[in-house]
């Protein structure tokens, strides 16, 4: 058994436990549940923001912990107000230290479009991410069969909520359904955990151009984002390069400082 098949198998027992805990009547009874989802779509395509999908991470199965004092609150403002089109939040408790508060924190404090980073392979999670606050809910194709991606997907946009469809080779492209609203490129293969940029480059053609693209994982520097640009990239996920530091919100603001410096450059040269 991989690490994937770990997480999924154990995904499938919490989910059983949240059920019985959770009622889906219950959680519809949230504040939340009536509200209108923000487009992260839009978000992405505004040009008075980055692009960039800050995301709020204390560990991973790959690197261990990675920071575990950070407070949701403070670093998700601090995303905002550096320039970030929206948030990432974990909410799998048991590899990536995450909590469904977490999400419910960042959305008392922001307005922006926030997706629910999870592994979800049931209808009642996308129930409890419309309860929690989010607005957009992330499939992976790796985990679901095609089937199971449209199904989900469909659900999740009778909720309101948008579909961030997660893929890492051509094989897992032929999962795009209609539901789908944005499709990214996970450059981190979930079995290995190897990473490579090149791999949003290849898949960059192969997506449709009515979808939005976002590339994921192993975005270092601004340069990256401007490289990934030039194959019609719009949207960026962050989270590791930001959240190893101690202070996660200064360092999205560093770089999107930078970036920005390196995009007027380029445009005063043009």
Do not use: W
């Not at 040009?47 to 920071?67: L, Q, T, V, Y």
């Not at 999400?103 to 592994?119: E, G, M, Q, Y």
């Not at 606050?133 to 659900?155: T, W």
């Amino acid at each position: 058994m991989n690490i994937l098949e770990e997480i999924i198998a154990h995904k499938k027992k919490e989910i059983a436990e949240r059920k019985s805990l959770f009622p889906t009547k219950l959680l519809e009874q949230s504040i939340y549940f009536a509200g209108t989802p923000v487009s992260l779509k839009k978000y992405i395509l505004r040009e008075d923001k980055s692009g960039i999908i800050a995301e709020f991470k204390r560990k991973s199965p790959s690197k261990g912990i990675i920071n575990s004092n950070a407070a949701v609150e403070k670093v998700s403002i601090g995303y905002m107000q550096a320039g970030a089109s929206a948030l990432s939040i974990l909410t799998d408790t048991q590899y990536f230290g995450g909590r469904s508060e977490d999400l419910t924190v960042a959305r008392k404090f922001n307005f922006c479009p926030i997706l629910r980073k999870d592994f979800i392979i049931d209808e009642y999670q996308i129930i409890e991410a419309k309860s929690i606050g989010a607005d957009v809910i992330l499939l992976i194709a790796a985990v679901l069969e095609e089937p199971e991606v449209e199904r989900l997907a469909k659900f999740a946009r009778s909720l309101g909520l948008e579909v961030l469809l997660e893929v890492h080779n051509e094989q897992e492209l032929s999962a795009i359904n209609p539901y789908v609203d944005l499709v990214g490129v996970n450059n981190r293969d979930l079995t290995t955990f190897k990473v490579d940029l090149a791999t949003s480059v290849a898949l960059s053609e192969l997506i449709p151009g009515d979808f939005v693209k976002v590339s994921e994982s192993g975005i270092h520097t601004p340069e990256d984002i401007v490289e990934l640009k030039k194959h019609g990239f719009n949207g960026f996920l962050i989270g590791e390069r930001f959240m190893q530091n101690s202070r996660p919100e200064k360092a999205c603001a560093g770089f999107i400082e930078r970036l920005s410096e390196i995009e007027e450059r380029d445009y005063a040269k043009a």
